[in-house]
């Protein structure tokens, strides 16, 4: 079956711009998670979801980044006023409930680069 | 934040040769993953160990840990070129929502 998808694969944009980066569950998944690698660290946790809620955003570095899952199921992340710190790739990952033990199924990730 | 380290950070072996990985951490965990990263994109799940095990292998892969020591391994036996990669291990702290907190890594390159 199709796993997490992530779009777009790439972005690049001017400092100051709004991205939005969407991530696509593995159908079913009620689990979600952002992350966001930069170059030669391993990933850091931004956000979860639990369904449409956030039930964890101590991990987004400041009030310019906000995701949301209106429906459950597809997920944005979205980031105003970019800034050339923000340049990383990130990652979206799913998992079938938040219960312990539950494998995450990480996407190939949205690499952004902040001019 | 980063929960641990990985050790050595960059392994360079001979294909058929074994290749060790060591990670530790600093809290209490409910499980331990390993994952594998190619080129900077797609982290693939290798294993996960349960805070409860002590060992538990797949396929070429063996994977060790100690909760009073705070520290895990990863063996990959018998390596081939096609492993070279990052590998990253990852714990689900007991108390967190959930989420991974992945140490640093360590770039494996197995040469031919």
């Known amino acids: 079956g199709a796993g997490v998808s992530q779009t777009p694969s790439n972005k690049v944009t001017e400092k100051g711009k709004y991205v939005e980066l969407r991530c696509d569950p593995i159908?079913?998944?009620?689990?979600l998670y952002w992350y966001r690698q930069s170059l030669g660290q391993g990933p850091e946790f931004l956000i979860y979801f639990q369904g449409t809620g956030a039930a964890d955003d101590s991990g987004l570095p400041n009030d310019r980044f906000f995701a949301v899952r209106p429906e459950g199921s597809v997920s944005t992340l979205k980031i105003q006023r970019t800034e050339r710190g923000d340049s990383a790739v990130y990652l979206c990952?799913?998992?079938?409930?938040?219960?312990?033990?539950?494998?995450?199924?990480f996407g190939p990730g949205t690499r952004l680069t902040v001019l | 934040s980063q929960q641990g380290e990985e050790d050595p950070q960059a392994l360079s072996i001979q294909e058929g040769e074994n290749a060790t990985m060591n990670c530790s951490y600093k809290?209490?965990?409910?499980?331990l993953q390993w994952y594998r990263q190619n080129s900077g994109r797609g982290l693939v799940h290798l294993i996960l160990?349960?805070?409860?095990?002590r060992e538990k292998h797949s396929g070429r892969l063996r994977v060790t840990l100690d909760t009073s020591k705070k520290s895990s391994s990863l063996l990959i036996t018998a390596s081939r070129a096609a492993d070279t990669a990052s590998y990253f291990c990852a714990t689900d702290e007991r108390g967190s929502a959930r989420q991974l907190t992945f140490g640093s890594g360590t770039q494996l390159t197995v040469l031919p």
């Open positions: 809290t209490s965990i409910n499980n």
């Open positions: 159908s079913g998944h009620t689990a």
């Open positions: 990952a799913s998992s079938l409930t938040s219960g312990e033990n539950n494998e995450q199924f």
């Open positions: 160990i349960r805070s409860n095990e």
